[in-house]
Nanobody
Framework: QVHLVESGGGLVQPGGSLRLSCVAS??????GEWAWHRQAPEKQRERV?????????TYIGSVKGRFTISRANNGNAVYLQMDNLKPDDTGVYYC????????WGQGTQVTVSS
């Protein structure tokens, strides 16, 4: 069974940066796609970034040019580099592995505030 462990959230001022990491507990053999979702208070969870098997990445419009999703060379981890953070980026961020099944990370809190 695949488990995902996230790290890297925290409190940051507007304009700052954070890097989220999500590591799989088992060897995924490079199979599957990865995504990052977030859920702001009192809002529905939304997907902010997706990376597919050929490393093509897509982003929600509000984070384009500021966030970068990438995967580890061995395919067993995914990262989200977040730059020029804004208060609207505040929320709980979840990684998701899309393979034979969908597996979610436990979530990590990101708070952007002065």
């Amino acid at each position: 069974q695949v488990h995902l462990v996230e790290s890297g959230g925290g409190l940051v001022q507007p304009g700052g940066s954070l890097r989220l990491s999500c590591v799989a507990s088992t060897d995924l053999r490079g199979i599957g796609e990865w995504a990052w979702h977030r859920q702001a208070p009192e809002k529905q969870r939304e997907r902010v970034a997706l990376i597919v098997t050929d490393d093509t990445a897509t982003y929600i419009g509000s984070v384009k040019g500021r966030f970068t999703i990438s995967r580890a060379n061995n395919g067993n981890a995914v990262y989200l580099q977040m730059d020029n953070l804004k208060p609207d980026d505040t929320g709980v961020y979840y990684c998701k592995w899309i393979g034979a099944m969908n597996v979610w990370g436990q979530g990590t809190q990101v708070t952007v505030s002065s």
